[in-house]
């Protein structure tokens, strides 16, 4: 063989292994090859707006459950052989939920790609309560109470003793809620309202409760202290620390992704995040 063979069949085998290295930096879904460089045709008009149409769809059926929606589960059940066109897809998703639902689709966790649906903030909405029309939403806005008032964070053991006082024994089945302690850690963490975090070095094991990312986008830390303030017959500036934290939340969903707005100099900004009632 020629030097110039030689040579020639060297840079195609680096070639090849540049491209073996470039596809897997995409993922497996996505994955290219070199004797296929082009294996998925691009998408025409009609096609991403069917497409759209299906995912939206998709995620107004899976969101009834408040679980966040997985892009890896978009692209299996929906998108499918089109995956080349998903960016297009999903901003025509992004703006069909914002004009025609008035939603937001954010996601909450860019590193896995998580959406979930949040409804237009508005200020003014009233603390839920442990009444008929909401009894669940009533629970969650309990804890994110206590776990704000304690500044973040607070131990598994707090919370049961909080709800055991509300009549929700987290050792016996519950009339209208069942388990009380699989709501708390099975449904409202898969839902990213609270994150259930293990306590190291602890034996027996303990964990800690936090806000979750949900939580953090619909709740209102200052319908949480008003709430509070109400329940003790105090002022809401009566707790300093939680009442500046509360004049500076300022989260703002866009499609997407999430912006978060620096505090006013002078501390005037206003939480309009809310908890999404839908």
């Not at 703002?252 to 206003?270: I, K, M, N, Y």
Request: positive net charge; glycine residues 6%.
């Amino acid at each position: 063989m020629s030097q110039k063979k030689r040579l020639a069949n060297t840079q195609m085998s680096s070639q090849r292994k540049r491209l073996a290295g470039m596809s897997g930096s995409v993922g497996n879904e996505e994955e290219l090859t070199f004797t296929q460089p082009s294996t998925l045709p691009e998408l025409s008009g009609k096609q991403i707006e069917q497409k759209s149409d299906e995912v939206v769809q998709y995620i107004l059926m899976k969101d009834q459950k408040k679980i966040p929606i997985r892009r890896a589960d978009l692209v299996k059940h929906v998108i499918k052989e089109y995956r080349n066109g998903y960016p297009a897809i999903m901003k025509r998703v992004a703006h069909t939920f914002e004009q025609v639902f008035g939603l937001t689709l954010v996601n909450i966790d860019p590193k896995n790609q998580m959406y979930i649906l949040l409804k237009k903030l508005e200020e003014d909405v009233e603390c839920p309560t442990l009444g008929k029309a909401n009894p669940k939403t009533g629970v969650l806005f309990v804890i994110l109470s206590v776990i704000f008032m304690k500044q973040g964070v607070v131990k598994e053991l707090l919370i049961w003793n909080v709800l055991e006082k509300l009549y929700l024994n987290s050792m016996t089945e519950h009339k209208e809620f069942g388990d009380i302690k699989k709501m708390v850690i099975d449904e409202f963490v898969r839902q990213r309202y609270l994150e259930y975090v293990r306590v190291p070095h602890t034996d027996p094991l303990e964990h800690n409760f936090l806000w979750g990312p949900r939580a953090k986008l619909e709740v209102s830390k200052a319908k949480i202290l008003q709430f509070v303030a109400e329940l003790h017959d105090r002022n809401p500036q009566s707790w300093k620390p939680q009442y500046k934290e509360a004049q500076n939340q300022s989260l703002v969903p866009t499609a997407l992704g999430v912006q978060e707005t620096a505090p006013s100099d002078h501390g005037s900004g206003r939480p309009t995040a809310r908890m999404a009632q839908r």
